[in-house]
């Protein structure tokens, strides 16, 4: 009976085999695609155009490429034209086409909208990492007000009270997400509270700088003095922005001996003390032996 059944196993076996290398030679299209907007920024409301370039990586015909799904926000009126109809693209081949759409409101408010999607072939896809793509709308023109409080914690997920001791003196320097240009600093007050006026809406990179003694907790983990915040409009004058700082050990700087004090003397190991106290008696008889000599000489004169 065991003979039986490893000889039906491996009857099994040789029948899936061929199958499954079959399957694996069997290869699927490989959809790149990239986008582009067709202006830098736009205003509320503006149509905006955005190009879309595919390419086929594979060696086989993708048949029936098609938008298969997405997310958008701040715009209305997404017309994606032949993503939705769909295209064939041959091997190695590259194709353009065109989506367009028209910035809103939300926009406006939080300083940009964005269109992210997926397409794919109706023959398959070898590779889901490239077959998706993006792109951010700027829609520069609203702003508005950030504050927040640095506070006392042990940890840099701790959360904040209204009994949180806060840490005064930090100053707080709003920049754009590269930090390249500055918008605004301020310092927080006796509650650790901070207020940054007029930021432009949109995202912007918040820097912290403590006094001594103390040691910013920011970013994902409380290992940096950094961390991004979105300025959205009409939001209102709520603190947003939480960072945690904790008491650090300050340490005394080294004494080193003055630049003006003149060089000094060498270390000898000899008693300095008896060389000083017999300096000092050798100048004292001097003196006197000339104040001596002196008197003497007056009375000779005499």
Same mark, same amino acid.
């Given at each position: 009976? $065991?003979?039986?059944?490893?000889?039906?196993?491996? *009857?099994?076996? &040789?029948?899936?085999?061929?199958?499954?290398a =079959?399957? =694996?030679?069997?290869?699927?299209?490989?959809?790149?695609?990239?986008? /582009?907007?067709?202006?830098?920024?736009?205003?509320?409301?503006?149509?905006?155009?955005?190009?879309? %370039?595919?390419k086929?990586?594979?060696? &086989?015909?993708a048949?029936?490429v098609h !938008?298969? *799904?997405?997310d958008?926000?701040?715009?209305?009126?997404?017309?994606?034209?032949?993503?939705?109809?769909g295209?064939d693209? =041959?091997?190695?081949?590259? #194709?353009t086409?065109?989506? %367009? *759409? #028209?910035?809103?409101h939300?926009?406006?408010? !939080?300083?940009?909208?964005?269109?992210?999607f997926?397409?794919?072939?109706?023959?398959?896809?070898?590779?889901?990492?490239?077959?998706?793509?993006?792109?951010?709308?700027?829609?520069?023109?609203?702003f508005d007000d950030?504050?927040? !409080?640095?506070?006392q914690?042990?940890s840099h997920?701790?959360t904040?009270?209204?009994q949180?001791?806060?840490?005064?003196?930090?100053?707080?320097?709003?920049t %754009?997400?590269?930090g390249?240009?500055?918008?605004a600093?301020?310092?927080?007050?006796?509650? *650790?509270?901070? $207020?940054?006026?007029?930021?432009?809406?949109?995202?912007?990179?918040l820097?912290?700088?403590?006094? /001594?003694g103390?040691k910013?907790m920011?970013?994902?983990?409380?290992?940096?003095d950094? %961390?991004? /915040?979105q300025?959205?409009?009409?939001e209102?004058?709520?603190?947003?922005?939480? &960072?945690? =700082?904790?008491?650090?050990?300050?340490?005394?700087?080294?004494?080193?001996p003055?630049?003006?004090?003149?060089?000094?003397?060498?270390?000898t190991?000899?008693?300095?003390?008896?060389?000083?106290?017999?300096?000092?008696?050798?100048?004292a008889?001097?003196?006197?032996?000339?104040l001596?000599? $002196?008197?003497? $000489?007056?009375?000779?004169?005499?």
């Open positions: 009976m $065991r003979a039986l059944a490893a000889a039906a196993f491996a *009857g099994v076996v &040789v029948a899936v085999l061929p199958a499954t =079959a399957l =694996a030679a069997d290869p699927k299209p490989d959809i790149v695609v990239t986008s /582009a907007t067709d202006k830098a920024s736009y205003a509320e409301g503006e149509t905006f155009t955005i190009t879309v %370039t595919v086929n990586k594979s060696s &086989v015909d048949k029936h !938008y298969t *799904g997405g958008s926000e701040g715009v209305d009126g997404i017309v994606y034209g032949e993503l939705s109809t295209f693209l =041959a091997a190695g081949a590259t #194709k086409v065109q989506l %367009t *759409g #028209k910035t809103n939300q926009a406006w408010r !939080y300083g940009r909208g964005y269109v992210a997926e397409l794919t072939a109706e023959n398959g896809e070898a590779n889901d990492a490239d077959n998706t793509t993006g792109v951010a709308l700027l829609v520069p023109g609203a950030l504050s927040g !409080y640095v506070f914690a042990e997920d701790a904040w009270t209204p949180t001791p806060g840490v005064p003196g930090v100053k707080v320097v709003a %754009t997400a590269d390249k240009t500055k918008y600093e301020a310092v927080t007050d006796a509650k *650790g509270l901070f $207020r940054l006026a007029h930021l432009p809406a949109g995202d912007v990179l820097t912290f700088t403590a006094p /001594a103390w910013i920011a970013g994902e983990n409380g290992e940096h950094q %961390t991004p /915040a300025i959205s409009a009409n209102g004058d709520e603190p947003s922005i939480f &960072v945690t =700082a904790k008491k650090v050990a300050v340490s005394s700087p080294s004494v080193s003055s630049a003006s004090a003149g060089p000094s003397l060498p270390v190991g000899d008693n300095t003390t008896l060389i000083v106290g017999a300096g000092a008696v050798a100048i008889l001097g003196v006197a032996l000339v001596v000599a $002196r008197r003497r $000489r007056v009375h000779l004169q005499a």
